[in-house]
């Protein structure tokens, strides 16, 4: 039987640049790329009811269900066969987003979120949350100039509600270092990978693909 393989999550608000380096990160160290919400045929379709602009808003704790049922696709049809293969697999966002986002962000407990997050993962924890941290100001000069279509549904809720998404990812990153990396996102981007590929190494040690 292979070693189980390790899950790295990339999170951080909107505009920080995580999935940038979701994708840098992946490609460096050889393994499967992921994302939540959507990597799934379920959950592509909650991602509509999330996300879409034109959607009708689901009230916090809906939302926080949907985003658990989305969870629950991933990690049974994408995350744990690629673990138990003994595969890496970089996420861009997993359970932190649901605490900084419909926790901080939307006013439910943390508390009972975190119940939700265990029973929605089967008790699938991160080896490794990445949190890339920039200002919301940085944030918002990023994605106006990003050339997208438009903002998601969350994006769309203004600059104090990032703020608080904000502060939730710091709280968790600052509660338990021994399994968050906090990562200033300021930099050019390639220093920015490098950066994060040495400490991930330095944290949990090559990944299988790296030595092939």
Known sequence: MPARGRLIALEGI??????????????????????????TPVGAGLRQLLL?????PPSPRAEA???AADRAEHVTLVLEPALAAGE???SDR??????????????LDPAG???LVRWATGGLAADLSILVDVGVEVAAARLAAGGRAGADRLERLGPEFA???????LAQAATDPAH??????????????AHIVASVCDRLGDAPAAGR
């Open 14 to 39: 909107d505009g920080c640049g995580k999935s940038t380096q979701a994708r840098a990160l992946a490609e460096a160290l050889g393994v499967q790329l992921t994302f939540e919400p959507g990597a």
């Open 52 to 56: 879409a602009p034109s959607a009708p």
């Open 65 to 67: 269900l949907l985003m």
């Open 88 to 90: 890496w697999v970089v």
């Open 94 to 107: 997993y359970a932190g987003s649901t605490i900084a986002y419909q926790g901080y962000g939307q006013g």
């Open 113 to 115: 979120l975190g119940e």
């Open 163 to 169: 703020r608080r998404v904000r502060e939730g990812f």
């Open 180 to 193: 968050w990396l906090v990562v200033d996102g300021t930099p050019e981007a390639s220093a920015l990978t």
